[in-house]
């Protein structure tokens, strides 16, 4: 049987995720998002709920610390931060929020974890198989030069116990040569899945700095699960007022430009790229778009859902339109399409994103479903 | 569901050999008992605050929670966790090595020591592990008897409030307070009902006691109780015990008001070692050192022993490390009660050459400390024992933010000013000095709480969720007086928002 405190992990898990217990959500201490930060490391900050108390005013408190420093010099970091020092029974207040740094394999897997994403299904259209040699298996010969130290050491370990000559206060362990171990090679057949992401993003006036920034962590999230989804992933850019032009990644997260939205455009250019460069049966086709919802006329709302329906829809795994919620936008495109496919369409993911907070529930929506 | 298991073979050598040791420097314990666990069992124990069984709540989840992925992640390790308790219980981690161990062993020697002499903790329940789980179980049946959530949203409540206790209680014993009187209805009715045992009841039977009583107190006095309001008036006002005012007060059913006295149980249990910190840290720390590099470490083991012991001792910037204030203010004193740099002549002394070679080889420092670690607490401790010279040589320093760019900043290293935050910082537990102004405020049993205020303004959005909470017990309007942004406030909750009222 578990230990009861699994239970207690598990519902506060399940408060976390705003199952159970609505009442605690608000105490539950921002900074579940997940931040880029540098090239490879990160910031993963562990979701806590603070019990409310009479407690001081954080900053006007000051503290005392100890260390070299004139007066004025900066003490780094918030009063409270980095305890060191062993851990003691009653011990009760700590630091929440923990600094940890990471690869970005290892992120992708937490990101999985913690949404609870699904395994993509690639479409079952061609799967590119290839064959490759991969150390995984090991055997009793090979070369130098790929003993496998850890397996010889075990393998001595083991001989020495059964010959009881070893004395776990000296534990010295001296393997002979028929305790060595060496990687060895496996064939492996691997199927490969492409895939592709368009991007399209409004960059007329109403788009600001702001929603700009939103759409390039959400951006980075969904190529990170993509890329850990997909051997093979490729991305395109497209920018868009009234009329739309395929960028680089650097142009299309700077680029302010100006002027009326035709969104009409930005769809068409991607039809063009997809019949240019990726064919549908090859490649698993992911278009996201993101604007502030306005459109120039209905007329132009029109011509998109058409080109929904008769291209973009049947050639892709799945549409997927982020609306960022702007103080100019009138979010009118999401109501077009959510009155056409209704919010919980399988093939037209809908998201409203209102802040930097919302961007996780947002990764949720956009591929929560597995495909 | 204990999953450690007491230490056996070399292990155990190594106990009597650093038991021994611990005996020639005169350490005072209780008897010692180690247990092996794993790294999982290990944060088991300490998300539960040292105890294998505890009342559900998802809180310990949460401890667990964190305690696991840092582990996982390389962040933090615990080394050890003792609890006070008679025999004292200590946990080992399997993984780590025998100097760790070593290390370890001769730590909670110390601490054992100071759990059975600090007067802070002679009146601390030794038999908590029994009382917790009896906690675990009665709450336990609560929430098979009126729902989990139901349950779990009143001790959310309560632990809001749990940290507004009052120090001087810690040496209330049921003695002191049976012959206050307090309790000699109690006391009058058990006489008479021939079952009572003055020190052998167990705090659950007390709570359970407790709650009789008021259920009897109910009966008599029936729904008016409007002749008893204005006594009760002038008895509470400064009571800064609020979970015992709410036990006594607030109109709860039985089982909430056994829930509250429960988790009264507890916190004061573990409010000794709030107020200790410094001191049992430092003490621990100074008998490790003392017993590790005089007895029992080899020679190959004295760089890595180096390394552990400066990764214990490290300084911060932000925060003093309790555990390198602690042991070097214990350095300190027993250096100046060896060379007789203390009393009248020393003080008055003001060629500062001679000072600092001052020494009348009085050789009382190993006293001198036994003898502090006996009565003191941090607050005592630091206030007497805190000099410019150790702050000059400890590079401490005060900090405070600079609104201007938005940083914490060093502000001084003015002695006083030192001495003046840190004695801040440690008043009252580092909790808000909150007491009951008035329990018929207004003449509509409404309630008033007092908020001294030493400088430091309260977080009001925590303060306004806590009212809420407080609200949903006392079940009226709930209002604080305080003071806020230099101004006199009074806050009110009245089951809506916080409104400031004047």
Not at chain 1, 149 to 170: F, W
Not at chain 2, 202 to 231: I, T
Not at chain 2, 349 to 377: D, L, V
Not at chain 2, 458 to 474: C, G, P, Q, R, V
Request: glycine fraction near 6%; aromatic fraction near 12%; include cysteine.
């Amino acid at each position: 049987m578990d230990h009861p405190i699994k239970r207690d992990h598990a519902r506060f898990r399940k408060i976390v995720k705003g199952k159970i217990r609505d009442n605690l959500r608000k105490y539950i201490s921002q900074g579940q998002q997940i931040i880029p930060k540098g090239t490879d490391q990160f910031k993963v900050p562990m979701p806590s709920i603070d019990i409310p108390r009479f407690k001081f005013g954080g900053k006007s408190e000051g503290g005392t610390g100890q260390g070299g420093g004139d007066q004025g010099d900066p003490v780094n970091g918030e009063p409270g931060d980095g305890e060191p020092g062993q851990g003691e029974a009653g011990e009760g207040e700590g630091n929440k929020e923990l600094e940890v740094e990471m690869n970005v394999e290892e992120l992708a897997k937490i990101l999985g974890d913690e949404l609870e994403l699904p395994k993509i299904e690639p479409k079952g259209k061609q799967q590119m198989s290839s064959t490759v040699d991969k150390y995984t298996s090991i055997g009793t010969v090979g070369p130098d030069s790929l003993k496998h130290l850890k397996r010889t050491y075990k393998e001595a370990l083991k001989r020495q116990m059964s010959m009881g000559i070893y004395d776990p206060m000296d534990p010295r362990v001296v393997p002979i040569r028929k305790d060595y171990r060496f990687r060895s090679a496996d064939t492996k057949i691997e199927m490969q899945n492409a895939a592709v992401v368009i991007y399209m993003m409004d960059v007329s006036g109403s788009m600001g700095e702001e929603q700009k920034e939103i759409v390039r962590t959400e951006s980075f999230w969904i190529n990170l699960w993509l890329k850990s989804q997909y051997k093979d992933i490729e991305i395109r850019y497209i920018i868009h007022d009234a009329t739309a032009k395929e960028v680089d990644e650097d142009t299309f997260f700077r680029t302010r430009e100006s002027g009326g939205t035709l969104i009409s455009s930005a769809f068409k250019l991607c039809k063009e790229i997809i019949e240019t460069d990726y064919n549908p049966n090859e490649w698993n086709i992911y278009p996201f778009h993101f604007s502030d919802g306005d459109n120039w006329s209905a007329d132009d709302t029109k011509v998109c859902l058409e080109l929904l329906d008769n291209f973009l829809l049947p050639n892709s795994n799945m549409f997927c339109y982020g609306q960022v919620e702007s103080r100019y936008g009138s979010s009118q495109f999401y109501k077009d399409l959510s009155a056409k496919y209704g919010a919980d369409s399988e093939d037209v993911i809908l998201s409203k994103i209102k802040n930097k907070e919302a961007i996780l529930d947002s990764i949720k929506d956009f591929l929560g479903k597995g495909k | 569901m204990l999953r450690s298991k007491p230490i056996n073979g070399k292990l155990l050598d190594l106990q009597r050999e650093i038991q021994g040791y611990a005996d020639e420097y005169g350490l005072d314990y209780f008897p010692q008992i180690f247990e092996m666990c794993d790294y999982d069992t290990i944060n088991i124990l300490a998300a539960q605050g040292g105890f294998p069984i505890r009342y559900p709540h998802w809180k310990f989840g949460m401890d667990y929670d964190q305690l696991s992925k840092g582990y996982r992640f390389g962040i933090q390790k615990i080394y050890e966790m003792v609890i006070n308790t008679n025999p004292c219980y200590a946990y080992l981690l399997e993984v780590n090595n025998w100097l760790d161990q070593k290390l370890v062993m001769a730590h909670v020697y110390g601490h054992n020591d100071f759990f059975k002499n600090n007067k802070w903790f002679s009146t601390t329940n030794r038999n908590m592990m029994d009382v917790m789980a009896n906690h675990g179980s009665k709450i336990r049946r609560y929430m098979e008897k009126y729902g989990q959530t139901k349950v779990e949203l009143f001790i959310d409540r309560v632990l809001s409030l749990e940290n507004l206790l009052d120090g001087t209680h810690l040496f209330e014993t049921n003695e002191i307070l049976v012959s206050r009187g307090e309790t000699e209805e109690k006391f009058i009715e058990e006489t008479e009902n021939g079952d009572y045992v003055v020190d052998d009841r167990s705090s659950a039977l007390k709570s359970y006691m407790r709650v009789e009583k008021k259920k009897q107190k109910d009966n008599f006095q029936g729904p008016s109780e409007s002749p008893a309001m204005n006594a009760e008036k002038n008895t509470v006002k400064g009571e800064k015990d609020i979970l015992r005012f709410l036990i006594n007060n607030a109109p709860l059913e039985n089982w909430e008001a056994d829930i509250i006295s429960c988790l009264r149980d507890e916190a004061y249990y573990f409010l000794p070692q709030r107020i200790t910190k410094i001191m049992n840290e430092g003490w621990a720390s100074y008998w490790h050192s003392k017993i590790l590099t005089q007895k029992a470490l080899n020679g190959s083991e004295i760089i890595d022993f180096a390394t552990k012991h400066a990764g214990v001792m490290a300084m911060s910037k932000q925060n003093i490390n309790p555990y390198k204030i602690g042991y070097e203010l214990f350095h300190d004193i027993e250096h100046r009660w060896d060379t007789g740099k203390f009393g009248k002549e020393y003080n008055e002394c003001t060629n500062m050459y001679e000072k600092e070679n001052w020494n009348t080889n009085a050789m009382q420092g190993r006293e001198k400390i036994f003898s502090i670690r006996k009565s003191h607490n941090d607050i005592t401790f630091i206030h007497e024992f805190l000099t410019p010279e150790f702050c000059n040589r400890q590079q401490l320093f005060t900090y405070k933010f600079n609104p201007r760019n938005q940083r914490m900043e060093i502000d001084t290293r003015d002695f006083e000013a030192i001495k003046q935050k840190l004695l801040t910082q440690l008043t009252n537990f580092g909790s808000p000095v909150i007491s009951v102004e008035d329990a018929n405020y207004k003449n509509r049993k409404e309630l008033l709480l007092k908020h001294e205020h030493y400088g430091v303004d309260l977080d009001m959005k925590f303060a306004a969720e806590t009212m809420s909470n407080l609200y949903s017990i006392w079940k009226r309007p709930v209002s604080l007086t305080t003071k806020y942004e230099d101004k006199v406030v009074i806050f009110q909750f009245d089951g809506k928002e916080l409104k400031a009222v004047s």
